[in-house]
């Protein structure tokens, strides 16, 4: 989920910005001081939102930048279990698919893309066996979290799955809509 989370930090502005307006440079340098910024409590940064109080500046002798405290808005990402996201298949490889979440990547394995004996094939696809359903780069997805890893803070792990009912390629889950309305038809007779 993307959450809006105020932030109060001191942000050093180099002397090479100080000919630009104190709101723009002290943008432009909490944009890059927090890209790509990865926290247990906050989840993946994915920008800076709104500047909301910038302080009086202090520059710190032998340094030469300008330090303000300032009060902005960060728009981060932090997956919980259970959520179900739409995605798309971003890659395939033998052991699963990756799938694009935003600033980071997911990874369904294998076992999880389908409930059905899974093959994996060269032209980078995903067979299953009894269904015959095919999972390929670029297919659009629904998933759910089943794990996130924050073990190694640079490089988060986010965990999916795709087997149960109402996830999967979205094709899958409209057959999957049909058949349960046709047998649901069938009871009523």
Do not use: C
């Amino acid at each position: 989920m993307f959450y809006r989370i105020r932030v109060k930090d001191y942000i050093r502005v180099p002397p090479s910005d100080f000919d630009k307006p104190i709101e723009e440079a002290v943008r432009n340098q909490a944009k890059a001081m927090y890209r790509g910024f990865v926290s247990k409590d906050m989840g993946i940064v994915v920008t800076v939102a709104d500047i909301v109080k910038i302080g009086e500046g202090t520059i710190i002798p032998g340094d030469g930048a300008a330090y303000y405290e300032t009060e902005f808005d960060l728009i981060t990402l932090k997956l919980e279990l259970k959520e179900v996201v739409n995605s798309f298949v971003m890659d395939i490889t033998n052991f699963g698919a990756f799938l694009a979440l935003g600033p980071i990547d997911g990874m369904v394995h294998i076992s999880q893309t389908m409930d059905d004996y899974v093959s994996f094939s060269k032209e980078k696809a995903l067979h299953g066996k009894e269904k015959k359903r095919t999972l390929k780069v670029g297919d659009i997805v629904r998933a759910e979290v089943i794990a996130v890893s924050y073990k190694d803070i640079a490089n988060p792990k986010i965990g999916l799955t795709m087997r149960r009912k109402g996830l999967g390629k979205l094709e899958w889950i409209q057959e999957d809509l049909k058949i349960g309305e046709t047998e649901q038809k069938k009871k009523k007779k």
